[in-house]
């Protein structure tokens, strides 16, 4: 079965920026919609970004439009979020997931088939 693994986390001060990267293995993602979540401690996990197949289509959370990016290289098997402009409230377990045997984009958690362990971003002010 795929496996994902996610990257990149770190601290860093408010206003600056990081870059995640989830690396699928086990099956190709290019018949995949991908997306982002993100969970703090006693929280629901909240949606922040998701991608088609191709990613030619790509939605975003209220909280995060204009400010995080969601991409892919399907021939790498990886897909991105660019996280500029991070505020405190910013401060999550980042997930990468995927659709299996879907092709467009969701929102919806329970859509997902397949997560990732998650990478800690820790914004300070």
């Known amino acids: 079965q795929v496996q994902l693994v996610e990257s990149g986390g770190g601290l860093v001060q408010a206003g600056g920026s990081l870059r995640l990267s989830c690396v699928a293995s086990?099956?190709?993602?290019?018949?995949?919609?991908m997306g982002w979540f993100r969970q703090t401690p006693g929280k629901e996990r909240e949606f922040v970004a998701t991608i088609n197949w191709s990613g030619g289509a790509h939605f975003y959370g209220d909280s995060v439009k204009g400010r995080f990016t969601i991409s892919r290289d399907n021939a790498e098997n990886t897909v991105w979020l660019q996280m500029n402009g991070l505020k405190p409230e910013d401060t999550a377990v980042y997930y990468c997931?995927?659709?299996?045997?879907?092709?467009?984009?969701?929102?919806?958690?329970?859509?997902?088939?397949?997560w990732g362990r998650g990478t800690q971003v820790t914004v300070s002010s």
């Open positions: 086990g099956w190709p993602i290019e018949n995949y919609g």
């Open positions: 997931a995927e659709k299996k045997n879907y092709r467009g984009t969701t929102k919806l958690l329970r859509q997902y088939d397949y």
